[in-house]
């Protein structure tokens, strides 16, 4: 291919990753976004294939990684897949990195000068510590999400802080920089001793960086570790002079550092201090107050009786229900609850789950109706005149605490079920939400408890309403 066709290739790839992204912005057009980041992406690597001579090589990778790909696709459950962003976040940051100290150690076969010019340290030097960022941040992420905590406990849920903690990531950031000078200004000959450096503490900045953030906050880490991918690949593109990898990392690093902040207003953070890593560290230090709590609890049965006689009903989804896989139940719950005249919507909340949009794809799988889901913001002030609110797995989101000042969640913005007439709550046990913290709302006169998995509970429901 003429450079101009490769241009020109790269620049409608280009246009179908803007389409795809577009796409996905709404659950109505998210197949169609799929189809054009699929689309764009297959004309990208063919026209890799066209401008290259290693097809052995490439052929072989994309066999190797394909088949590696579609077996953990295959067996994935939903409610793993932030662990399966988490791991794939990761290995983009280290292909950046093995790609840059592969330019550093021969910058001609990537059509580099060599000796590199001092614009391409530059590129490669922020490429590089980006990457190795995202690749041991990601990992770190993996641990908390998969609760490989009990384990080894850098892994935690819960925040794993020290004293003196941000003063020496501070440092670090300064020698990981200083070393990235000191390569900058390198000959070829003493290059490699500061880039190793510099890579090496971008690692462990990586993992100091994770740490110190507790669960209830990881759906902000995944998207913030998604954005620094971005920028980590798009750093590597200016390296490479390859336009296309420029312009999907930078599509990819803008999108996830845009939904980061979006998130960040949701939970009522500081977009800083997620780029930090500084926001989780009080987590878990406010205690609940002793006593003995009774709750209300009650059956499938009884809870069947009670939707059905209400005039209006707000479902809640949570992590529980996608643990159960009880979407396709609560579907026909829903029908079954229409057909006799209630008025049910679903209230979904920004972090609901493990990661964005998790609940929003499960509702989706199930072919309930777009019209009936709704975001927090567009519904909140409609629980004060709800009959009833039925909560399915959902901890964190709907816990009064995040009102009172001192608590672990103060300020995270909640779905307000505790205003509705009557609440009930399935779930498995009383055991605490992903910030480990106990709910309130539990324990209040309006709310009744049903436990078991969420599926089962939802079937009866179904079978005891006439």
């Given amino acids: 291919m003429s450079a101009n066709q490769v241009a020109l290739a790269y620049l409608v790839a280009s246009v179908l990753f803007i389409l795809a992204l577009k796409g996905l912005s709404s659950p109505v057009t998210a197949r169609r976004g799929n189809l054009f980041g699929i689309v764009g992406m297959a004309i990208a690597v063919l026209t890799t294939f066209a401008i290259t001579r290693n097809w052995a090589l490439i052929v072989l990778a994309i066999a190797i990684g394909g088949t590696i790909g579609a077996v953990i696709a295959r067996r994935v459950q939903m409610t793993q897949m932030p662990e399966l962003v988490a791991a794939m976040h990761s290995l983009v940051g280290m292909a950046a990195v093995l790609i840059a100290i592969a330019a550093v150690n021969n910058p001609a076969a990537f059509g580099v000068p060599d000796p590199m010019p001092k614009g391409n340290k530059l590129e490669l030097f922020i490429g590089t510590f980006v990457g190795a960022i995202t690749f041991s941040g990601s990992v770190i992420a993996f641990g908390k999400l998969a609760g490989l905590g009990k384990h080894f406990r850098l892994f935690s849920s819960a925040p794993v802080v020290f004293k003196g903690q941000h003063l020496l990531n501070l440092a670090l950031a300064v020698v990981m920089i200083g070393f990235g000078i000191a390569f900058f200004l390198a000959s070829k000959e003493a290059q490699w001793p500061p880039f190793i450096a510099m890579t090496a503490i971008a690692f462990v900045l990586g993992v100091l960086i994770i740490i110190p953030i507790g669960g209830a906050d990881m759906p902000v880490v995944i998207s913030m570790l998604n954005s620094y991918s971005g920028w980590a690949a798009a750093g590597i593109g200016f390296s490479l002079s390859n336009p296309m990898l420029i312009i999907a990392g930078s599509l990819v690093g803008s999108s996830g550092a845009i939904l980061s902040y979006i998130m960040c207003r949701a939970m009522n953070r500081s977009f800083l201090n997620v780029i930090l890593g500084g926001f989780g560290a009080t987590e878990g230090m406010a205690a609940e107050e002793g006593g003995q709590k009774t709750v209300r609890s009650g059956s499938a049965e009884d809870a069947a009786y009670i939707l059905s006689n209400a005039d209006s009903v707000i479902i809640v989804p949570g992590y529980g229900l996608a643990v159960a896989r009880a979407q396709h139940a609560v579907k026909e719950l829903t029908d079954k609850l229409q057909k006799k005249g209630v008025n049910v919507r ?4 920004p972090v609901a789950g493990r990661m964005p949009g998790h609940m929003n794809v499960l509702l989706a799988e199930a072919e309930i109706p777009y019209d009936i889901v709704f975001e927090m913001e567009d519904i909140n002030s409609d629980f004060s005149n709800t009959d009833v609110v039925l909560v399915l797995g959902a901890n964190d989101v709907v816990n009064p605490a995040a009102r009172k000042p001192g608590s672990p969640i103060y300020g995270m913005p909640i779905l307000e ?39 089962k509970v939802v079937e009866d429901m179904v079978k005891a309403i006439d």
């Fill in 346 to 349: 679903f209230a979904v909340h």
């Fill in 417 to 455: 079920v505790d205003k509705a007439r009557t609440v009930m709550v399935v779930k498995r046990s009383m055991a605490a939400g992903y910030a480990g913290l106990d709910n309130e709302l539990f324990y209040m006169d309006k709310t009744m408890m049903v436990f078991g998995d969420a599926k």
